[in-house]
């Protein structure tokens, strides 16, 4: 008989501003094709807003890694090139890949994408979570979409195939920016101070963008000790 693989949930505490959490489930995703037909995975994405204090018109993304790590251009340049090679060693592309010339790189209040990440997993499940989390990804990093602004996310919304009204509606609901930010909290009381930061069947955590054979190794153990 067949041995049916292990399913442990992993939460992950991202934003989708975030490149290394972009890196980091591409190294996760790489460990979980090495483990697969051995352990299997619920993933759920959960909020954390890098920015939360970011204004509505953004701020481009040079300058502000500048200012917020008073590095000087150059040395935030040489960091951003490291990122991007480490991107491509897990298959994560951050390069713009749109047609024409590239829109400036900027940086994005992200606290209504994170509203609409909740919604899409509670109203729709993880699958529909998990493709709208990559489109938003791919938005930003590869085709530098405004997804700060409210009508480019309904945009992306309906083109992961959900419902564009019903996300509207979402976007407008008090409860669910109190949820968030519930969710938020709890990364805090959890001791979660930096992302991405992956939470296993609710008890282990796992900080930071790690490399595969480390998830293989985390995930081993957790269903070792069950």
Sequence with gaps: MTKTADTVQIDIWSDV????????????????????????ADIRWRPFELNPDMPAEGEEQSAHLTRKYRRSAEETQGVRDNMKDIARQAGVSLEYTGEGEAPPAMMWNTFAAHKLLEWALAEHGAEAQMRLKMALLEAHFQHRRRIGERDVLLDIVAETGLDRQAAETALDDPALGERVKAEERSAFDMNITGVPAMVIDGKFLIPGAQAPETYVNALRRVVSRR
């Design 17 to 40: 501003m975030c490149p290394w959490c972009a890196i980091g489930y591409g190294q996760l995703s790489r460990a979980l094709d090495e483990l697969e037909g051995e352990i299997a």
